[in-house]
């Protein structure tokens, strides 16, 4: 399975597995009155052939940042990418939180541009407790507009079961688990286990935490190609090479060899993809209005940290 399909992140622990992750989400600002792109030396109409290349978009993100470890102390200040910059919010709620993240940029007009949400840093009394399972950059286009900030993302669960205090026991209750061999018995019964587990902990231990948000903040030819694309209903570009065959390019017959009908368990017909990458960029190429591109180098953004207390 590509990397693209798990974001292996923190704090959102994933009942159905032993890791701990969520999902980048596309978010985009939609406005009847959305200001137009910023003024442009580029000539009305003027377009280049670009290709969306999700391998060369993962490895211009890959190395930007590494977060600190669980332990570690640790505190940052707000730092924009191009003048974009996370914002993340936190409700509290029962001894446990929920973060939301959406995006600013300082620049007028429409601000496009390849990045995350889902990617988070916890901290109790500035002692990093996000869980080590490191975090994988799956690129969702986000766009702002003005002043104006995208919309927020889904929630994203912050309770004690989700820290590192607890990480290595969670994870331990799914190690040695045989998926291939267990009954459904056994398995209704592990599943029980963690439900217990996680109610145990769910609330947080007491302290002073802060939340930051971060990701890579990807612009260039890769954002403006993924603005073109979006704009003829392409979405979760990230996914395509499993989900083409749903998507606005499904009749393309370049990828009709690599996908194929499949019976789910209740008789119903699901289409399956697997589409070489080669073979998916080729089919994303398109001609991309210069005006769209923005000179800006691959870098990281992260948001000023919200701040809560659990007493």
């Known amino acids: 399975m590509h990397k693209g399909l798990m974001v292996i992140g923190a704090i959102t ?68 990418a191009n003048g974009v910059i996370p914002v993340v919010s936190v409700e509290t709620a029962d001894g446990a939180a929920s973060a939301r993240v959406a995006f600013t940029s300082e620049a007028e007009g429409i601000t496009a541009f390849l990045a995350q949400q889902g990617q988070l840093i916890v901290t109790r009394d500035d002692v990093v407790v996000t869980p080590e399972w490191g975090s994988e950059f799956v690129p969702e286009l986000i766009m702002t507009a003005g002043e104006s900030p ?17 990480a290595d026991e969670m994870s331990a ?11 459904d018995e056994e398995v209704a019964a592990r599943y029980e286990e963690v439900a217990e587990f996680e109610a145990e902990h769910s609330s947080l231990p007491a302290g002073e935490y802060k939340v930051y948000a971060w990701s890579p903040i990807i612009q260039g030819e890769a954002a403006a190609v993924a603005r073109s694309l979006t704009e003829e209903g392409l979405t979760d570009l990230a996914l395509l090479q499993y989900t ?30 697997d589409v070489p990458q080669d073979v998916l960029t080729e089919v994303l190429t398109r001609d991309v209005p210069e005006s769209y591109i923005v000179d800006a180098e691959p870098t990281v953004a992260i948001s000023e940290a919200f701040t809560f207390t659990v007493e």
């Open 13 to 80: 622990v994933a009942s159905a597995s032993a890791a701990v992750g969520w999902y980048g989400v596309k978010w985009i600002v939609s406005s009847d009155e959305a200001p137009a792109a910023a003024p442009s030396d580029t000539p009305a109409g003027a377009t280049v052939p670009l290709s969306y290349d999700l391998a060369a978009i993962e490895s211009a993100a890959e190395g930007l940042f590494n977060p600190p470890a669980c332990g570690e102390t640790w505190t940052a200040d707000a730092t924009s």
């Open 150 to 166: 995208s919309a927020a993302s889904d929630t994203y669960a912050i309770t004690g079961s989700s820290l590192c205090d607890v």
């Open 173 to 183: 209750l799914w190690d040695d688990f045989d998926w291939d061999n267990a009954t």
């Open 244 to 273: 083409a065959g749903y998507s606005a390019i499904a009749d393309d017959e370049r990828i009709a060899p690599y996908c194929e009908e499949s019976e789910t368990p209740d008789g119903a017909t699901e289409l399956l993809c």
